[in-house]
């Protein structure tokens, strides 16, 4: 749309250049008709007359557009000639009065103006000098007028022309920014279609090759969309995994019901803890499934990990545990604060619970991935054996049923690991306890 004006401007501007050029070249003979008229002028005895007048032949033929004249100017602008062309056919040029105030304030200067001619609608350009002649008191006025209107007619044939093509040009111009947008953004308009085929559930994500600037768009879309069927997927598997694991204890519930008219109260509170821890953990597991998604959170790994053992040394103040921490500084996790609490406060918590003298805690960046970094809490209990290690990660299960526990701790810190894209390992320490490791993603 700025062009547009542009190019307006532009053919005005070539009109304008073009009219100052026609009429320089249409007044330079009229400028040495002038000079010829002066050089030609003698007065003798106090007359003045022309010792050879100009030789075109225009001059001499009636009325065809080309005129001079000698002679005084009065102040109405009318010339009394002195001397004049044939083709005035007696008549004389009259002067607009801008252009006598000039000559009479510029005197021996030329001027170049405008005025009517003797023949009807005639429109001429002059060029006109007063001077004062050896010899003589008055001074006279040199007049050469030519017809302008031929001159006038190119200048407008001229305007129109620069004008149709510069609006030829913005059409062109038009016309091609609109089939460049068109094909430019046509790999767009089929990847728009494409993502209403998913949507309206035509494909299962966009397919089609794409320009090197739009396939990485193309790229993320598919991910996103594999993103979200994750996220239902995910939503589809809590639901099951939470309806299968209410239906033991309100069968139970039921076959009490029915079994006798009263059913213990103890019967009924275990069972309903049981329900409560269940839909505890799948609430957690769905709440850290989407916060491990967030973008731009994270968590200062050292200080979360050192306010637990400060919290932990106090509350397992009476079994004078040897805590040997070693925490990197700088671990960022790429995270919620309250997930990384609660996954290391339960690794750790375990670790105090099963220990018998010593407990370390290290933090570091994976070897084997600098997107992540890995914290290893291990104790000097009595450990498991390696074929236990999968049972001890499933949902409510409680190896050893006399200490106090729920069961869901190390599957809660394996469901929120695998949240984060990261993963929990069971191994056997060197201080012969158990060792966990826990890896998560860290912000570089």
């Known amino acids: 749309m700025w062009a547009l004006p542009l190019l307006l401007v532009t053919a005005l501007t070539l009109t304008w250049l073009y009219r100052n050029t026609t009429y320089r070249s249409f007044d330079d003979p009229l400028v040495s008709a002038v000079t010829a008229l002066i050089a030609t002028a003698e007065v003798q005895d106090g007359s003045l007359s022309l ?117 030829l040009i913005s059409l062109g111009l038009i016309i091609a920014v609109v089939t460049q947008v068109r094909t430019g953004l046509k790999p767009l308009f089929e990847l728009r279609d494409r993502v209403a085929d998913v949507r309206e559930g035509r494909t299962a994500q966009v397919d089609g090759a794409y320009p090197a600037e739009i396939q990485p768009l193309a790229t993320e879309l598919n991910s996103l969309i594999a993103h979200n069927k994750d996220v239902v997927e995910r939503a589809r598997t809590h639901v099951g995994n939470l309806a299968h694991a209410l239906k033991t204890p309100l069968a139970v519930l039921q076959n009490e019901a029915e079994a006798s008219e009263k059913t213990p109260s103890e019967i009924v509170s275990r069972q309903t803890e049981t329900m409560k821890q269940q839909v505890d953990h799948h609430l957690r597991r769905a709440r850290a499934a989407a916060r491990g998604q967030a973008i731009g959170v994270s968590t200062d790994v050292t200080q979360t990990l050192e306010g637990l053992a400060r919290t932990l040394s106090r509350i397992y103040k009476s079994k004078n545990i040897d805590f040997d921490i070693d925490f990197m500084h700088g671990l960022m996790f790429r995270g919620e604060k309250r997930d990384l609490e609660e996954m290391a406060g339960n690794l750790m918590d375990n670790a105090c619970k099963w220990t018998k003298t010593s407990l370390e805690a290290r933090s570091f960046v994976n070897p084997d991935d600098e997107t992540s970094f890995i914290l290893v809490v291990a104790d000097d209990g009595p450990g498991m054996a390696a074929d236990q290690y999968s049972e001890a990660l499933k949902r409510g299960a409680r190896l050893d049923e006399a200490t106090p526990g729920s069961g869901f701790g190390l599957a809660i810190v394996q469901d929120l690991a695998q949240a984060y894209k990261g993963s929990l390992k069971l191994d056997k320490s060197e201080m012969g306890g158990l060792k966990v490791t826990l890896t998560l993603p860290r912000r570089i």
């Open 51 to 167: 010792t050879r007048e100009p030789l075109d032949p225009r001059y001499q033929r009636a009325l065809s557009g080309r005129y001079w004249v000698v002679g005084f100017l009065r102040d109405d602008g009318i010339i009394t000639p002195i001397s004049a062309s044939r083709s005035l056919l007696g008549a004389t040029l009259v002067l607009p009065p801008d252009a006598v105030d000039e000559l009479q304030n510029q005197q021996g200067e030329e001027i170049r103006t405008r005025a009517e001619g003797p023949d009807a609608d005639e429109f001429l350009r002059l060029v006109a000098r007063q001077v004062v002649l050896p010899n003589m008191n008055t001074p006279v006025v040199i007049v050469a007028a030519a017809d302008s209107r031929a001159a006038s007619r190119s200048i407008l044939s001229f305007a129109l022309t620069a004008l149709g093509l510069m609006l």
